[in-house]
């Protein structure tokens, strides 16, 4: 069968994407494990664990659990921290010949500034992915991206040092309303929002009554929070992103082809992938011809021309 031409490419920002599939932070590191099972150029972009700016041990183990269709993970922002991400991992990232998104973390709105400003001035950092769900120390320990008012104050600070790298904002799905903090975001400047990160939950030993996490809660990914990511993606793209023209890098859950398309359809220009990469390495490249597969049976030459279509 002589397949038609199909359009993968789309902008995230000013970042142009050979196709909208990239890994979710976290879940491969600063590349080199997945790097061990495929040609990383394939993907749309990869994005790496959040960078802190100083090197993080994360919390003890066990930090991760299965859950039914999911996993429970405390990890607690290990990282090598920015001077060692710069002096090492950025440059072995930026060979794999594909955009890289740094998602940055910390625990002061400082922090995040100084981070986001280094990264801004290194070569090979086509984005800046802002993970705002954690606890601000200087504000009561709340996390920044649960109320409008400190997420638009960090945003806004970090905005005036990035001028060259697209700036996304990774929204918490923990809130009320999800598109309270996405409007939050693109006024104080956000080129682009990633959500949805984790749900918070935990898990119990029945038997010894002890939590499964020495964290005691953690974030749940997974399949088991797809249908919660694609409602927000939804939400936010009718109330925010679609009337203010900011892409959204979509992900929960995500795992097959067809999860991609619906994505696509709430109003997701790009997906991130995460969770799944531990059961299937090579999920990334089977997105990305899945995907390709998915839109000739829809007879649609892009993926463009799919981004929040669903018909009512
Ligand atoms: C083990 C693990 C580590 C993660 N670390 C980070 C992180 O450092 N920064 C961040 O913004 N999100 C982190 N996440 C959240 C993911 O990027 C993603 O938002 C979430 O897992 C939902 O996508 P998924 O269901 O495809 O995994 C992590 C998730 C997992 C499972």
């Not at 790097?35 to 993907?43: K, M």
């Not at 802190?52 to 039914?68: D, I, N, V």
């Not at 997974?222 to 409602?231: H, T």
């Not at 990334?284 to 995907?291: F, I, M, S």
Request: charged residues 20%; neutral net charge; proline residues 7%.
């Amino acid at each position: 069968m002589i397949r038609p031409e199909v359009d993968l490419s789309v902008t995230l920002g000013r970042i142009a994407m050979k196709n909208p599939i990239a890994t979710a932070s976290g879940c491969s590191g600063y590349g080199e494990e997945l790097a061990r099972f495929y040609d990383l150029s394939v993907l749309g972009a990869i994005v790496t664990k959040s960078i802190t700016l100083e090197p993080r041990e994360g919390h003890p183990p066990p930090r991760l659990t299965e859950t039914r269709a999911g996993m429970l993970n405390a990890i607690g922002l290990a990282n090598v921290g920015l001077d060692a991400f710069l002096a090492e991992k950025l440059p072995a990232l930026a060979a794999y010949r594909v955009p890289v998104i740094v998602n940055v973390a910390g625990s002061t709105r400082d922090e995040y500034v100084a981070v986001c400003a280094a990264l801004d001035a290194a070569p090979g950092v086509a984005g800046i992915e802002l993970n705002v769900s954690c606890p601000n120390v200087k504000e009561g320990g709340m996390e920044f991206g649960v109320e409008p008012g400190p997420l638009a104050g960090l945003v806004e600070a970090v905005r005036a040092k990035v001028s060259r790298a697209t700036l996304l904002v990774k929204l918490s799905p923990n809130v009320t309303d999800i598109a309270v903090t996405a409007r939050a975001a693109v006024d104080a400047g956000a080129d682009a929002l990633s959500l949805i990160n984790t749900l918070r939950g935990m898990a119990i030993n029945p038997w010894t009554g002890r939590p499964a996490l020495t964290n005691v809660t953690g974030g749940l990914s997974g399949p088991a929070i797809k249908p919660v990511a694609l409602y927000m993606v939804r939400r936010v793209w009718e109330q925010v992103a679609g009337p203010a023209g900011v892409p959204i890098l979509g992900l929960g859950g995500i795992q097959f082809p067809e999860d991609v398309i619906e994505f696509i359809r709430a109003g997701a220009t790009a997906v991130s992938v995460g969770t799944a990469n531990f059961v299937d390495p090579e999920t990334g490249p089977r997105l990305v011809e899945g995907l390709r597969d998915g839109l000739a049976r829809l007879g649609c030459g892009g993926v463009r021309e799919l981004v929040g279509a669903i018909e009512k």
